[in-house]
């Protein structure tokens, strides 16, 4: 399973900024940050940002496709490791989300951003709808290799659970959510 995009090349004042955004984004949110924050926070200038940017959206598009990189490469060595069945690569996505969740105490950082931007950026929604395309084709390829055949509903199944889990396990603050998602995939696994 490939992840998104390659990771562009970036000068070192990018990087920072990119660095700086990905902080300031997560924990305060798109629309509450503005350039000059993250221009100070990454010691450089708006300028710079839109030099190397082009937009605030620029920006944000570079953010939660960094994002999107970095949980898909999270999830996939995670799930590279396990040699059980199908059910246990499945149930394997959720203890990556248990690990990811340790740094991500705010939930979801694409569903944030698409509940900031999805009536105001068409590109950064095309960010978010491609990782969520991208773990429903995850859970596709592994449901195919583990020998069920049109493994689409299920695995659409199972990305709406991991989806839940997220959500239950952040804003609604329960510690069972991700318990009860392994279970689920265990059983819609097995049921088939």
Request: hydrophobic letters at 40%; proline letters at 2%; glycine letters at 10%.
């Amino acid at each position: 399973m490939t992840t998104s995009t390659d990771e562009p090349t970036l000068t070192p004042a990018a990087r920072r900024i990119l660095d700086a955004a990905t902080d300031l984004f997560y924990s305060r949110g798109i629309n509450s940050v503005g350039v000059e924050l993250v221009a100070e926070q990454a010691g450089t200038t708006k300028k710079t940002i839109y030099d190397r940017f082009g937009s605030k959206e620029g920006l944000v598009v570079a953010y939660l496709e960094a994002r999107a990189r970095r949980w898909q490469a999270h999830v996939t060595d995670h799930v590279a490791g396990v040699s059980g069945g199908t059910a246990d690569r499945a149930v394997a996505v959720i203890d990556a989300l248990e690990s990811w969740l340790e740094m991500a105490d705010r939930g979801c950082g694409f569903v944030a951003a698409y509940a900031e931007l999805s009536t105001s950026s068409d590109r950064a929604t095309a960010v978010v709808r491609a990782e969520k395309q991208w773990m429903r084709e995850l859970f596709r390829h592994l449901l195919t290799e583990g020998g069920i055949g049109d493994a689409g509903p299920l695995a659409r199944q199972l990305a709406l659970v991991q989806e839940g889990a997220v959500v239950e396990s952040t804003a609604g603050g329960s510690p069972y959510a991700l318990d009860d998602a392994r279970a689920v995939m265990r059983e819609l696994v097995d049921g088939r």
